[in-house]
């Protein structure tokens, strides 16, 4: 290898051809609490909150994003919470009364449908994202280039 290979920087692809990813929508994450648990009803909680706390989240093969922003949230605010990982869904009750958890980790719309007894809090200290993203090769048909420009307008529009 050469000193002039060596020092070659690769351009990324959105440098190229920007078109080909887009993020088109930031969740927050929730934590949606058992009624009667002391954490109940806050409007927020602290990641630090959930200290000892047994706490349902998706496992890591099925979120993974979510999973490692929560793991890493909770390792850098020094605190263990007692985890709870499953695959769920729309049986996020079921799971959560199965493996007796106190608190259940996923974004406000899925809180309110899945769990509508539970309260739900806005998760902080610090916020976690879950991003969803849309992508596509960077030479495809042209209606996949045009469905993709027309999401990422919407996008656009969205965050004004």
Request: charged share 25%; aromatic share 4%.
């Amino acid at each position: 290898m050469t000193n002039s290979s060596k020092a070659r920087r690769l351009t990324p692809l959105r440098d190229v051809c920007p078109s080909t990813s887009a993020e088109t929508l930031i969740e927050w994450c929730r934590v949606a609490v058992r009624p009667g648990h002391p954490l109940a009803g806050r409007i927020t909680c602290s990641v630090a909150d959930l200290d000892d706390v047994r706490v349902l989240a998706h496992r890591r093969d099925q979120v993974p994003a979510e999973h490692d922003r929560m793991i890493a949230a909770t390792h850098q605010a020094g605190i263990t919470p007692r985890w709870r990982f499953a695959r769920f869904v729309e049986n996020a009750l079921i799971c959560a009364d199965a493996s007796n958890a106190d608190a259940v980790v996923l974004t406000e719309p899925s809180a309110a449908r899945l769990l509508p007894a539970w309260p739900w809090s806005r998760l902080v200290e610090p916020e976690v994202a879950l991003r969803t993203w849309a992508a596509r090769q960077p030479l495809t048909r042209g209606v996949v280039a045009a469905v993709m420009d027309t999401i990422t307008e919407l996008t656009d529009l969205a965050d004004d």
